[in-house]
């Protein structure tokens, strides 16, 4: 858990250490553990957890062999009240834990008999799993640093969902009930051993090119990416197989192709012209009609409101109108903001720019 080069380091560890199992952690084995035979097994482990008093703590625990067996699955009743059952990512309930008596500290002990103490535990972002088990542990592989560099990872981690649908095919953590620990544990179980098989280099997001478009930059960040324009647009912005592009002719028929596609994709970009196009006709004839122009601003307001409403958790979506350059969004002249949030992490988001 981790990594030592000095006696002051190792020092400082051993005293951390001590200090997490006066507060109930607990080790399941060092590293130079060994068995008889030499095999060194790995197990998937994904936690749940909720909202407590006292913080988050640990309301399931599924474990996957090598074979993608789950071997241990539990529900765990937490020691402080529950302030946030968190059931859109946990799918856990008040219902789920009512006749729950399994604690904390029985499960240390279940995983104590369970795992060898020379087992590699994997996980995606591991470190809230363990913490939420009160565990310690020194041979961990980490999904979302496996398939990630220290460059990338300072902008951001892959998620789990876009690892398994980009290098499993497997679409998980799409239902509104929340997440399943032994669908996790079993993708995160999937990926490392894809890894072994394709090696070290595979599924590492390359470095960005500077002389990249935006867009172009943004599909290497592992975030499916739309962009809804004019053809003529989408070649001048997006150029060929950068993002997906989707070519429209008028606003209506843009703000349908957008909700169809909405289900698959983390951000979507979408260009309403209608703003555009009135105030060139005003500028052409040399008058200003404040009244026509209004209307056009209330029906792209519809459309963004109806855009917002097909929007799943977890996408944002950027709507430009009106007129002006595109590489200057910075310079927009008013800025609108639909937002909906229930959970940390469970959000949609609009951001309308109406360029003048």
């Known amino acids: 858990m981790w990594e030592v080069s000095s006696r002051a380091g190792a020092s400082e560890t051993v005293c951390h250490e001590r200090h997490m199992k006066t507060n109930g952690f607990m080790r399941l084995g060092r ?37 993608l067996d789950c071997i241990y699955d539990t529900l765990v009743k937490p020691t402080n009240p529950i302030t946030d059952y968190k059931t859109q990512f946990s799918g856990i309930t008040e219902k789920s834990l009512e006749n729950v008596t399994k604690t904390l500290g029985s499960v240390q002990r279940d995983l104590g008999r369970l795992l060898p103490a020379h087992a590699i535990l994997i996980g ?15 041979s961990v592989i980490d999904t979302s640093i496996l398939y990630s560099t220290p460059a990338s990872r300072a902008k951001y981690k892959p998620s789990l969902r876009y690892l398994s649908r980009k290098h499993l095919g497997l679409t998980i953590q799409a239902g509104s009930d929340g997440h399943c620990s032994i669908e996790d544990a079993k993708a995160c179980m999937r990926l490392v051993l894809l890894k072994f098989e394709r090696g070290s280099d595979f599924g ?17 960040t592992g975030n499916h990416v739309t962009f809804i324009d004019t053809p003529g647009l989408i070649q001048r912005y997006c150029g060929v197989g950068n993002v997906h592009s989707i070519p429209c002719v008028n606003d209506d028929e843009a ?20 703003v555009e196009m009135e105030m060139k006709v005003q500028h052409s004839v040399g008058t200003s009609n404040s009244a026509a122009l209004n209307e056009v601003l209330q029906a792209t307001d519809s459309r963004v409101k109806a855009l917002f409403a097909s929007l799943p958790s977890g996408t944002a979506c950027l709507v430009i ?31 309308l720019y109406i360029l003048m």
């Not at 590492?204 to 290497?220: E, H, M, R, V």
């Not at 109108?321 to 639909?338: I, K, M, Q, R």
């Open 255 to 274: 703000l349908e192709k957008a909700c169809k596609v909405a289900e698959k994709t983390d951000l979507l970009w979408v260009h309403f012209h209608a």
């Open 31 to 67: 590293a130079e553990a060994t068995s008889d035979d030499g095999e060194i097994p790995m197990y998937s482990i994904d936690c749940e957890m909720c909202e407590t008093a006292e913080g988050m703590e640990l309301t399931r625990l599924s474990v996957v062999n090598e074979s």
């Open 204 to 220: 590492i997001p390359k470095a960005a090119d500077a002389s990249q478009s935006f867009f172009s930059q943004l599909a290497t």
């Open 124 to 138: 995606h972002s591991l470190e809230n799993d363990l913490f939420a088990l009160k565990f310690i542990h020194d």
């Open 321 to 351: 109108a009106g007129s002006g350059d595109l590489h200057e969004v910075n310079g927009y002249g008013s800025c609108t903001f639909w937002h909906c949030t229930s959970g940390v992490g469970n959000w949609k988001a609009v951001l």
